[in-house]
């Protein structure tokens, strides 16, 4: 079964492929649709030049930033408002209308506030951090109490039941949230740059695609987006579950 499985879903992504291909043959117009050979083409004479590189590195690493931040920030807020209800009460609406506003308003908002340098940054922290503040308190909040009374009958101290319930229960919903928030965050702050075109940047490059129709470019660097958002994504719960492993074998 498990050797079946990975011949199925190749078998799945050639057929779609093929179906792409035949679309762009019969369209026949490369400003609409090009098929996923000139995509590969493209991105091929993308990968040797220099500003490639530094727009993928620029990009990654404001992105990531933003990310890093929300998830630290998120989480201590949640437990922050897990253990104080006045602090819940207080961000409530903060959260609920940092979910609700749409990235382009923000976007307009912080080219405002930081200019364009920064503002994948500020976009990826504002899209993650409701999303981890949720999770973190749902899982607070998601703890076994029989668990919880069995500490109580046996005088745990508050940083045993911390170690030994709490964060176990948490650690689950972290991990849920991430695997959102991780895609999210690259959304967001891609659609940011492409709003603001910083210099040096996936967004810049996108935009400069569309300005001269470059169909094949744009869904190059479109593919490369996909590719780089995956490996952080891989690398950051596989982080995640190193973690876990070490702290609760």
């Known amino acids: 079964m498990s050797r079946k ?23 026949s117009n490369d400003i609409l649709l090009v098929g996923p050979r000139d995509v590969v083409g493209s991105l091929f004479s993308l990968v040797p030049a220099p500003d490639f590189w530094m727009a993928v590195g ?16 998120g989480l201590a807020l949640g437990c922050l408002a897990f253990l104080v209800p006045l602090v819940r009460e207080l961000l409530e609406p903060v959260m609920v209308l940092m979910k609700s506003v749409p990235v382009a308003s923000f976007v307009v908002l912080a080219l405002i506030w ?12 504002l899209m993650v951090l409701p999303i981890l503040y949720t999770h973190t308190v749902a899982g607070l909040e998601s703890t076994d109490p029989r668990l919880l009374e069995m500490a109580q009958v046996f005088s745990a101290t508050p940083w045993r039941r911390l170690w030994s319930i709490y964060l176990p229960s948490l650690f689950p919903h972290i ?4 695997r959102v928030a ?12 492409v709003i603001g075109i910083p210099s040096h940047s996936i967004g810049e490059n996108l935009y400069m ?10 869904f190059a660097w479109t593919l490369v987006i996909i590719l780089v958002s995956s490996l952080f994504e891989k690398l950051f719960l596989g982080m995640l579950a190193l973690v876990r492993k070490l702290l609760w074998p």
Do not use: H
């Open 58 to 73: 620029a990009s990654f690493g404001r992105i990531c930033a933003g990310f890093l931040m929300a998830f630290g920030l």
């Open 5 to 27: 499985f990975p011949i199925r879903k190749c078998m799945i992504i050639v057929f779609w492929l093929l179906v792409w291909q035949t679309a762009a043959t019969g369209i």
């Open 182 to 193: 991780l895609g999210m965050s690259w959304k967001s702050g891609v659609a940011a740059e």
């Open 209 to 218: 695609a569309k300005i001269y129709l470059d169909t094949s470019g744009l």
């Open 175 to 178: 991990v849920s949230s991430c």
């Open 114 to 125: 930081t200019g364009s340098e920064n503002l994948s940054v500020l976009i990826s922290f």
